[in-house]
């Protein structure tokens, strides 16, 4: 950290002022980190002060107290370095609120005033510290939601801003009461932040616990905020017209979504778009279709280990993002997160993509031409187009620019025109985008000077202006001394120039000398020479002579700068209007990224993925053969068994899988749910074959645990889930369900879990996977015929069980929780009680001999309406009003009745009585 004794400089009466003035601060969330900008250093207060230490810099950290008595106030000191690093892990890792606060002109500790202030949907006046020497890997779009003012109606208006690509997106949409297609929206989207309403009404609460849940900061905003005239006029000054369109947005089909444009007029308010006119006539306005991608919410994205965890990156292959990303550009990895969670429902898309993923795969030339030759040379195309577009883009970024367009003609040698569907979704759309780019690309050749470029100096040629060539003769008389510093340091030294004494220069310290540290000896204690730093290439360092010229040098550079602001601006200027043409290229790159990453995982697969057969919606097949969890099978010391699954509407759309604990239901039925996602996005699939119609929603319900977010219990969220299972899914739908019923009464749970899977098997008529230890489901194949039974295999012997992961048809015959105990070594008196109690449990049933299954199924039928029969009539005596004695004598009349008609399941269950 800083030194302390910064902070401390300050008098008594100036930190008993300052202190004063913070404790008047009003209320933050805790989310909201404040700093104090001190010219020199920043400084962070009270909790925030306290945070940082523990969370950030931990052991290096030094907190100081300022003030006096009880009005103590915990302070932290943060160099310029500290600042940016902390910001960085406060807005793009923790997801929290960032405020820069500096003093006004006043200089009294009592008068600072916000100067900045960031949030993880709104990066804009940070971008430069955030990614000025590095690309943006992650989206950051902020949405705003406005339910509708009928609160009957269940209307959602929801806007999306998303400042990379420069859009506008609005949709309505009527929800339920819990905001299911709201929340598969915000599953679909790259999102940081989103936008509420401050009304204290249920329908925001609710909405708030749903974008919670998904992962969102929520930011809430005045009423006043969301108000759609005020928005019509931002609107008309950001959006970017069409030529001969009438410049108006109440001209646009977007228009009529009144709701949602009030939502858009929050972000914009928010973002402040239009206290920069550098964004006026910078906005396209879209229509948000959600409408185009499977529907996927939080449950399913879960449970099928769609992304990371947090905390958890190193384990690439723990999720399907993971897996899937070996993207070369930045624009590629953004595509990619976005595309695992936005799986398509046009067939066409589909097999356009799973066309090109295959010519890919099938062409190793192509394949590591693109990957290692071609792709990981090009820059983030869309940031630098975004910076063009802004006019902050310096003549560095030109450059950059400048080299993507020379590699593009050796992308497009490799892509080559002979696939059409490549030549017409690729070649030919970058061919005519680089020739609007041609002009462009001549002007950066004629302004820039490349000759400085290999020493990281992008200036204007001095051509252009006589103050600038006189500026360059000096800068050049000053390099020729500087060269001469060498032979006369190596001389000083007794060291040989440009081997074991090198004269190298960087942005930071400008010319200096290294020596590597074996020779680190020769300048100790040697007079004249000043050592700047120490790393693993070498010591650097300077003569006296070297730091004058250096001086002057670096003088007449920044003159040189100076002067030539006015050409860059000029230049910059003309750049701007090909930002939108550099935009397109960069959403090619990036497509061109994302499958020929998809080819690599097909083809690097410990079994090479297939292209699966697709059918339109409503085919009504998913035929799998040999699947295999993508994820699982990447992972060390695992040998994975693959299994076959195989629905057809009007012959079997349920399977019911029952089997022990960790025999692979769960992995099986999760794995059947990726292998749908991944042919969805278009990607080949970890089978043998795969015969898939076009889904409209994959749908789950797995595992089980307590909800702090919404407040709801274990047996409440999965109700809820389930429910939203039910409400949504179709016969074109995937549905996966693993353990439900769990969170109530062993007889209320099955009972309930039978509705639900009767319901998703008759009436919604779903593909469903329903993994399950309720035995007594398996029945429900007697009377639903297009549900199948399905189990996975063990083998006991000897008290011992051995796991076999295979799927097999029919029903398990026995539960094995005695066994899984016994292997997770729990003690031999435990497991003997064990046994003994489920001696004593077991299922009536289990009394009644009978000469096979159905003659028994009959017995206990019968014995089931002879049950119904008695208390009909134990109803009756309720109503008599009898005393304690005739109410007995009735029940032993009733009793003897029921024995009389030798029932074997009544009389067994009497006989226990």
């Not at 550099?582 to 297939?610: E, I, K, R, W």
């Not at 074959?689 to 977010?709: H, K, N, P, W, Y």
């Not at 016969?731 to 209320?748: A, H, K, M, W, Y």
Request: contains cysteine; charged residues 25%; glycine residues 4%.
């Amino acid at each position: 950290m800083s030194k302390p004794s910064q902070l401390c400089n300050m008098d008594s009466y100036e930190q008993s002022v300052f202190v004063s003035f913070f404790k008047r601060f009003p209320e933050k969330p805790a989310t909201t980190v404040r700093f104090f900008n001190r010219i020199d250093y920043y400084t962070l207060h009270g909790s925030n002060a306290v945070y940082a230490a523990k969370e950030f810099f931990k052991s290096s950290a030094v907190i100081k107290y300022i003030g006096s008595g009880t009005e103590k106030l915990e302070s932290l000191i943060l160099n310029k370095a500290q600042f940016e690093g902390f910001v960085r892990e406060l807005l793009l890792v923790k997801q929290y609120r960032v405020e820069v606060y500096t003093k006004s002109s006043t200089a009294s500790n009592d008068s600072w005033q916000l100067e900045f202030k960031g949030s993880p949907g709104n990066l804009y006046q940070f971008e430069d510290l955030l990614f000025s020497n590095s690309d943006q890997v992650a989206g950051s779009g902020i949405i705003a939601v406005r339910p509708s003012t009928d609160h009957q109606s269940k209307v959602v208006g929801v806007a999306l801003v998303d400042t990379i690509e420069n859009t506008f997106s609005v949709c309505e949409f009527a929800d339920d009461d819990y905001y299911s297609n709201l929340e598969s929206l915000v599953v679909q989207l790259t999102l940081r932040e989103c936008l509420l309403p401050s009304d204290n009404i249920a329908d925001v609460e609710t909405i708030k616990k749903v974008i919670e849940r998904s992962g969102l900061l929520v930011t809430s905003r005045k009423r006043s905020e969301f108000n759609r005239d005020d928005t019509t006029q931002d609107l008309n000054r950001l959006i970017m017209f069409e030529e001969g369109q009438q410049q108006s947005v109440n001209a646009l089909p977007e228009s009529k979504f009144t709701t949602a444009l009030s939502a858009l007029g929050a972000i914009i308010r928010y973002l402040e778009l239009c206290n920069d006119g550098e964004n006026f006539g910078q906005f396209k306005l879209q229509l948000l279709d959600h409408s185009r991608f499977v529907h996927l919410d939080s449950a399913a994205v879960a449970a099928l280990s769609l992304l990371p965890q947090p905390g958890h990156s190193a384990a690439k292959h723990h999720s399907v993002l993971g897996l899937l990303d070996h993207c070369r550009t930045q624009q590629g990895h953004r595509l990619m997160a976005q595309w695992v969670k936005q799986p398509l429902r046009d067939l066409a898309a589909i097999n356009e993509r799973h066309d090109i993923v295959n010519t890919i795969a099938n062409d190793t030339g192509l394949r590591q031409a693109l990957t290692e030759e071609n792709l990981r040379h090009i820059p983030d195309l869309q940031v630098l187009s975004n910076r063009l577009q802004r006019k902050k883009a310096s003549m560095q970024d030109c450059y950059r620019i400048y080299q993507a367009l020379k590699k593009f003609p050796f992308l497009l040698e490799t892509l080559g025109e002979e696939n059409v569907t490549i030549s017409s979704v690729f070649f030919q759309p970058m061919q005519a985008l680089l020739l609007d780019m041609q002009n462009l690309q001549e002007m950066i050749e004629s302004t820039l000077d490349f000759s400085l470029v290999d020493k990281g100096e992008f200036l204007i040629k001095p051509e252009f202006d006589d103050d600038l060539k006189e500026l360059r003769y000096k800068m050049d008389s000053y390099e020729d001394d500087i060269r001469k510093t060498l032979n006369k340091a190596a001389r000083d030294l007794s060291l040989e120039p440009g081997k074991t004494i090198k004269l190298e220069s960087n942005s930071q310290y400008g010319y200096f000398f290294r020596v590597t540290l074996k020779d680190e000896k020769v300048i100790r204690n040697v007079k004249g020479y000043t050592e700047l730093d120490a790393n693993k290439s070498g010591v650097r360092f300077r003569s006296n002579e070297l730091t004058d010229l250096n001086n002057e040098y670096q003088q007449a550079r920044d003159e040189y700068t100076k002067q030539q602001e006015a050409i860059v601006a000029e230049v910059i200027s003309v750049a701007a209007g090909y930002s939108q043409t550099l935009q397109s290229l960069g959403h090619l790159v990036a497509q061109l990224d994302v499958l020929t990453s998809l080819a690599m995982v097909a083809v690097s697969a410990p079994v090479p993925y297939v292209r699966p057969v697709m059918h339109a919606k409503d085919t009504g097949i998913l035929s799998l053969k040999q699947a295999r969890h993508p994820c699982l099978e990447m992972q060390e010391a695992v040998s994975y068994i693959a299994n076959d699954v195989n629905f057809k509407q009007g012959e079997c759309t349920f399977c019911m899988v029952t089997g022990p604990n960790m025999g692979g239901k769960s992995t099986f039925i999760r794995s059947i749910g990726v292998v749908a996602l991944l042919a969805h996005i278009g990607s080949f699939v970890p089978c043998e074959f795969a015969e898939i119609s076009v889904l409209d929603s994959i749908l789950a319900r797995v595992g089980a645990s307590d909800s702090q977010v919404k407040g709801m219990s274990t047996f409440m969220v999965e109700m809820v889930e389930t429910a939203s299972i039910i409400r949504t899914a179709t016969s074109n739908s995937l549905v996966i369900i693993d353990e439900l019923g769990r969170g109530t009464s062993t007889f209320e749970g099955c009972g309930i879990a039978w509705a639900i899977a009767e319901h998703l098997a008759v009436t919604s008529k779903s593909f469903t996977l329903f993994a399950t230890h309720f035995h007594e489901l398996t029945r429900l194949s007697e009377s639903v015929k297009t549900l199948a039974n399905l189990h996975v295999t063990a083998v006991t012997e000897q008290d011992t069980l051995t796991l076999l992961y295979q799927v097999r048809p029919g029903a398990c015959d026995q539960s094995f929780g005695i066994h899984i105990a016994q292997m997770a070594r729990f003690p031999p008196s435990v497991i003997q009680d064990a046994k003994r109690k489920l001696s004593e449990l077991e299922d009536h049933q289990s009394l009644i001999i009978a000469e096979n299954d159905e003659k028994k199924r009959k017995i206990i039928q019968d014995g089931e309406k002879i049950m119904e029969e008695i208390i009909e009539e134990c109803k009756k005596l309720k109503q008599q009003n009898l005393v304690d004695s005739d109410v007995a004598a009735a029940i032993a009349k009733l009793k003897k009745e029921a024995l009389s008609r030798n029932n074997p399941y009544i009389n067994a269950l009497l006989a226990k009585a």
